[in-house]
């Protein structure tokens, strides 16, 4: 039996390859023949995802889909994850993820077995994937909540992050007294704004 590899990381920062020698042995252990690894950096919230429809493209009906774990797959909304389950039903693919124990009986189940085994693993992938959308809704409320706390504070909100060592440095400059304004920014390498930034945080 053929399978197929999905990995994901949403960012571009992140290792969308580092379950990859995971399900490799995952395959070899369920003695599963690797037809191809499909990895991308893109959010799970969305359904267009160029190397995930380049597998479902190539994969024939009976070949097994492999993930790590159904957020991988998706984080998607209730009507885009119908869509895509739908699609991966009638490619007549097994969806087989490797922390759900029971969906590895999918692999070379047949039979009687095998439609009670996917009925099964329809409800707990269904559960799990709804999870995954409402952890990240939570997760980007939280942020929204952070953002407008930082705002409500008067604090800078986007753009890049404090450099703390050129932080310092300002802030070792200007307790002493002996430079301008003008000549600090140039010596810690840093714009004229963020000094008297830094020296109205000081005075507060």
Request: hydrophobic residues 40%.
């Given at each position: ?6 990995l ?129 809704e ?9 953002l ?57």
């Open positions: 039996m053929k399978a197929h590899l999905y994901r990381a949403s960012t571009d920062e992140q290792d969308a390859d580092r379950a990859k020698d995971a399900l490799l042995a995952f395959a070899q252990e369920k003695s599963l023949e690797v037809a191809g690894t499909y990895s991308e950096n893109i959010s799970g919230t969305k359904l267009e995802r160029p190397e995930l429809s380049r597998l479902l493209d190539t994969a024939a009906a009976g070949d097994v889909l492999l993930v790590e774990s159904v957020d991988r797959l998706s984080r998607l909304s209730q009507t885009d994850w119908a869509h895509l389950k739908g699609v991966i039903q009638s490619k007549g693919l097994r969806l087989v993820v490797a922390d759900l124990p029971t969906s590895h009986m999918l692999v070379g189940a047949e039979g009687i077995t095998g439609q009670i085994m996917d009925v099964i693993n329809n409800m707990l992938i269904d559960l799990m994937a709804t999870m995954a959308r409402l952890d990240q939570k997760r980007v409320e939280r942020i929204k909540q952070g407008e706390k930082k705002r409500a504070r008067g604090e800078q909100v986007g753009g890049k992050g404090r450099d703390q060592k050129k932080w310092d440095t300002v802030e070792d400059l200007l307790t002493r007294n002996g430079n301008t304004m003008e000549e600090i920014a140039k010596l810690a390498d840093v714009g004229i704004a963020t000094v008297y930034r830094i020296k109205k945080n000081l005075s507060q």
